[in-house]
């Protein structure tokens, strides 16, 4: 994202870099360390980065209507309308659904179905003193990733920002009868007692909220309509192994900004031309998307815990999921290489193991 839109790069939006990691096997028993010279990721205050993005719209023109809500939307083929609190209407040539996870503009459509598979997470975001942060995290703001914890297809979190700490848990598959019958907030519960015995975070964190939220776990069928378009979140662009979805909300919004223009240009917002939308995301990520949630869905606990004792000790492979995991590489460009050196780096180990 940074590389993208390169003008979110400064110190009011970024709260800190990371550039160090411990990466945990479902078993605990393999971990994958990173310590890298650059950054691997990059943390916000999420207030304070909407704000900001809030502030770019209005200065490129945007009229920013805060504390409204839509409450009904109307398409024809001549207008596209949003009616404000039951009583303003909006007319407009196209209408842009970016209303998030429970869009209603989707569900009203029909372009979600009713029962849509969804993750769900948790989340507490603790401020601690900077000097107990760099003593926990160092200046590296070192984060922790305990992937399938307690055997649930997702994972939980620590994220060292400035002087805040971000812990969660996600469960990205819930459709998956098993995971449907966890108790979340139990597992979570479960995995800062974890953290705390290990002594990987501060044991007396003051007591903050528990925060949650959801999200989808695949891109909608269909993304556009007649004068009509979805992006991020409300057209469920999410990456199905990190459950991160802010560069492909902002991507799919810059697509969708250029595929309006040619449709006003032409004076055509009608379905055939706005279909460019799909074809284009598509191609822009939503290969990325697909190629990442075929993995997810076939992997085991199994098969990843044998991942994990692979790429542990080869750097190269560490290096190259990392890129994915951060989204720093295609997965589509590097599905080939990653495939080549996970064999090559499984047919090391065992000749090892025949020594
Ligand atoms: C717990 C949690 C942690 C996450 N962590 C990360 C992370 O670390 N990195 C990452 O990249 N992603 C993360 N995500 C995902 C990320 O938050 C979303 O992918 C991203 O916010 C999508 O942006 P969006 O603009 O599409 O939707 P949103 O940010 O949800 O914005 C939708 C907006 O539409 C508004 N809206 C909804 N209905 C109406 C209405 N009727 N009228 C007017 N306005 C309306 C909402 O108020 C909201 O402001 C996380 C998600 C969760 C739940």
Not at 56 to 74: L, N
Not at 272 to 296: H, M, N, P
Request: net charge positive; with cysteine.
């Amino acid at each position: 994202m940074l590389q993208r839109f390169p003008y979110v790069v400064n110190d009011t939006i970024i709260e800190a870099y990371t550039s160090s990691g411990t990466v945990y096997s479902p078993s605990l028993q393999h971990q994958i360390e990173i310590f890298k010279e650059t950054p691997i990721i990059a943390t916000i205050l999420r207030k304070k980065f909407d704000f900001e993005l809030v502030k770019f719209a209005k200065d490129a023109g945007a009229v920013f209507q805060d504390g409204s809500s839509v409450s009904a939307v109307h398409l024809s083929d001549d207008i596209a309308q949003v009616t404000i609190d039951q009583g303003a209407t909006i007319s407009s040539e196209i209408i842009v659904g970016a209303d998030g996870v429970t869009s209603p503009i989707a569900k009203h459509f029909e372009l979600r179905r009713a029962r849509t598979s969804m993750g769900i997470c948790i989340l507490q975001e603790f401020e601690v003193d900077e000097q107990i942060m760099d003593q926990y995290f160092k200046k590296s703001r070192h984060c922790y990733i305990h992937s399938r914890f307690k055997t649930v297809a997702g994972y939980g979190w620590v994220f060292p920002k400035k002087r805040h700490l971000n812990i969660g848990f996600g469960i990205i598959q819930v459709d998956k009868p098993q995971q449907q019958k966890l108790n979340i907030l139990h597992c979570y519960q479960e995995y800062l007692t974890l953290l705390k015995e290990k002594d990987l975070i501060p044991k007396n964190l003051k007591e903050e909220p528990v925060k949650g939220g959801a999200l989808l776990t695949h891109p909608l069928e269909k993304t556009y309509l007649n004068r009509l378009l979805l992006v991020g979140d409300a057209a469920g662009f999410v990456n199905p192994l990190s459950g991160e979805g802010i560069y492909y909300a902002m991507a799919s919004g810059r697509i969708a900004a250029q595929v309006i223009t040619e449709a006003l240009e032409k004076e055509q917002p009608t379905e055939e031309v706005l279909a460019q939308y799909q074809i284009r995301w598509q191609k822009d990520f939503g290969r990325d998307i697909d190629l990442i949630l075929r993995v997810v869905k076939r992997g085991s606990m199994e098969y990843a815990e044998k991942v994990f004792s692979i790429a542990c000790k080869d750097p190269v492979l560490t290096d190259l999921m990392m890129g994915v995991i951060t989204g720093q590489i295609s997965v589509q460009q590097y599905k080939w290489k990653i495939i080549r050196r996970f064999f090559y780096s499984s047919l090391r180990n065992r000749l090892h193991l025949l020594k």
